[in-house]
Nanobody, 123 residues
Framework: QVQLVESGGGLVQAGGSLRLSCAAS????????MGWFRQAAGKEREFVAR????????SYADSVKGRATISRDNAKNTVYLQMDSLKPEDTAVYYC????????????????WGQGTQVTVSS
């Protein structure tokens, strides 16, 4: 069992930056691939970024590539999402999730989910 708690969301102007954090409980954090997803109002949840168990492999959605950086600190049981050059279309609830498959970008493969943190980007 892994419990995930996101933080770091908020209101930011376009062009600004945010760093989202996701703290995990449990001793097995390092054995899970971690991902960030987001869901805007009226839209389906979409993949944002993922990172492998050791952090050596990452991938990003085209919509955030070059503006987002995912990282993890297994000693702190935490995964991060640094978002730069934010755009109004980045406005969404951001979720972190844990998967036993470390290379997947599919939401259905993620077993544990946090409650989400709201990110609002004003123009």
């Amino acid at each position: 069992q892994v419990q995930l708690v996101e933080s770091g969301g908020g209101l930011v102007q376009a062009g600004g930056s945010l760093r989202l954090s996701c703290a995990a409980s449990g001793r097995t954090f390092g054995s899970y691939g971690m991902g960030w997803f987001r869901q805007a109002a009226g839209k389906e949840r979409e993949f944002v970024a993922r990172i492998s168990t050791g952090g050596g492999s990452t991938s990003y959605a085209d919509s955030v590539k070059g503006r987002a950086t995912i990282s993890r600190d297994n000693a702190k049981n935490t995964v991060y999402l640094q978002m730069d050059s934010l755009k109004p279309e980045d406005t969404a609830v951001y979720y972190c999730a844990a998967s036993p498959w470390e290379y997947t970008t599919q939401a259905r493969d993620y077993r544990y989910w946090g409650q989400g943190t709201q990110v609002t980007v004003s123009s």
